[in-house]
């Protein structure tokens, strides 16, 4: 059994980072263990566990387990978990009693929790002590040790935990199973070292680990290879990528060779405005096959705010970096993350919020209120708001950011933009994808347009999608 400890998550080495190569194989006796059974995997969270869970799909169809739509079908059911904040925890607890009630009829069922929940040693001890009946618990460090847990699991028919607190290695070669058929999530780096103080990132994920540039650019080739036609380049901090390999190649060379393989849309999140230089700007503007859409966490308006969140800019400096962005690229949509009620908030700090947001007019915004995680700098922090007021500024704010999500939508209307068809939309009966800036479409078309970029006129505007039909 291997556990979490958050103190030894904090510690960042100068310890070279591996990289591990090796041919990744499932172990012989674990190769036809689900033969005839079934999976079923549940994601919460951000895009980085959304694209852990392609890998522990393929490594479970490696052991001949088949997925299932419906939990009450499976025999190994897995939640892909998420930190970030405490309704995260509370979605995952909710479903876990849902499965508990399953395991009453269907005892053999296997049940597994991993991601970024399984990193925190709160958690963990709970599930030790009063969740008995999880059979296996795996980090985000580990995700190809799934086989040999499973197989602890089996074996010793006890409940198997194994988390690494280690600042991780890069491994490559993991199988994946692609959700998509036309874009494709790639990493580029993995880990934060930014250490935000409300953040548990830094914690769950380890230290930043860039990807080798050979690896990510071989890996984006055989995507255009293979028929895709978008990219989107993944990490917590990505405009820091490469900063720990010591080989003096940016995130600006990284976004220039992506371009020039050819792939048709390329995007990345998450960008810190620390890391995000000009040069960065200049590639962007340069290159077509770059999306002119950045998400630009801003947080909070409030310079004495952003101290305490140690986010290392004003919102002089956020702003500068805003108008510069949208100066040299033309039409770029700009979205961001927004946390109100951070500990000590006071009704000037939230209306210096407010004023950025009225400044920037943002594409849109996701906001949040402030939620301590437990081994953070923030949690430590005095809070005196009363939930009336956490929920009263979220609601203003949300107001805000809302008519400035319409308008910048109405801007659209009748123009003509290029659209990535790639699946049904489930709520319309359409088609949907997105502009090149990022802007949900639903489309009247055939499926004979899936996975093809098309001229489509906005026909209506919603606050959070457009309508269009296709332009022959
Ligand atoms: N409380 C509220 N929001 C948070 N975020 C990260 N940590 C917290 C927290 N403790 C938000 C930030 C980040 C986004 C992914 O989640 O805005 O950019
Ligand atoms: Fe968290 Fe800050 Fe790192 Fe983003 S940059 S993952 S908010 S610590």
């Not at 708001?385 to 109405?410: H, P």
């Amino acid at each position: 059994m291997n556990l979490p400890d958050l103190k030894e998550a904090k510690i960042r080495t100068k310890k070279e980072i591996k990289i591990i190569r090796d041919d990744y194989k499932v172990p012989h006796d674990m190769k036809t263990i689900g033969k005839n059974k079934k999976y079923y995997l549940k994601t919460y969270g951000c895009q980085m566990n959304v694209h852990d869970s392609e890998n522990i799909k393929a490594i479970l169809e490696d052991m001949s387990f088949s997925e299932a739509m419906e939990m009450e079908d499976a025999d190994i059911i897995l939640l892909n978990t998420c930190a970030i904040r405490e309704n995260a925890h509370n979605k995952m607890f909710g479903f876990l009693g849902r499965v508990k009630h399953l395991k009453h009829s269907k005892p053999d069922v296997i049940c597994g929790i991993c991601g970024c929940m399984a990193q925190e040693e709160s958690v963990v001890d709970d599930i030790k002590s009063k969740y008995r009946w999880v059979d296996i618990v795996f980090g985000t460090h580990n995700i190809h040790k799934l086989p040999e847990i499973l197989k602890e699991s089996i074996d010793n028919k006890k409940q198997e935990i194994e988390v690494y607190s280690i600042e991780g290695d890069v491994y490559e070669g993991i199988p994946i199973k692609r959700d998509s058929k036309y874009k494709a999530w790639v990493n580029i780096q993995y880990g934060c070292d930014k250490f935000c103080t409300y953040c548990i990132v830094p914690y769950t994920r380890g230290k930043q680990r860039s990807r080798m540039p050979v690896d990510i650019i071989n890996e984006v080739k055989d995507l255009v290879n293979n028929g895709y036609k978008e990219v989107t380049l993944l990490g917590q901090n990505v405009n820091a990528y490469g900063k720990d390999l010591n080989i003096n190649y940016t995130m600006s060379d990284l976004l220039e060779e992506t371009a020039k393989t050819g792939i048709e849309r390329i995007r990345f999140v998450t960008s810190h405005p620390w890391d995000f230089d000009d040069k960065m700007i200049d590639i962007i503007a340069k290159y077509d096959n770059i999306m002119p859409y950045i998400h630009l966490p801003l947080q909070s308006g409030s310079d004495r705010i952003l101290k305490l969140m140690g986010r290392r800019y004003t919102k002089e400096k956020y702003l500068e970096l805003f108008n510069k962005i949208k100066k040299n690229i033309p039409n770029c949509s700009i979205t961001t993350d927004i946390i109100v009620a951070f500990p000590g908030e006071t009704i000037e700090d939230f209306n210096d919020t407010l004023d950025v947001v009225n400044t920037c007019k943002f594409d849109s915004a996701f906001t949040f209120i402030y939620s301590p995680r437990i081994g953070t700098p923030a949690a430590k922090m005095k809070n005196d708001l009363t939930i009336e007021e956490k929920n009263d500024r979220l609601y203003k704010l949300n107001e805000v950011v809302n008519k400035y999500a319409n308008e910048a939508n109405q801007k659209y209307m009748g123009k003509i933009v290029k659209v990535l068809i790639e699946a049904p939309s489930e709520k319309s009966g359409k088609l949907m994808g997105y502009t090149d800036t990022m802007k949900l479409v639903n489309v009247e078309a055939s499926e004979e347009y899936l996975g093809k970029i098309v001229d489509v006129e906005i026909t209506d505007v919603k606050t959070w999608s457009l309508d269009g039909k296709l332009i022959d």
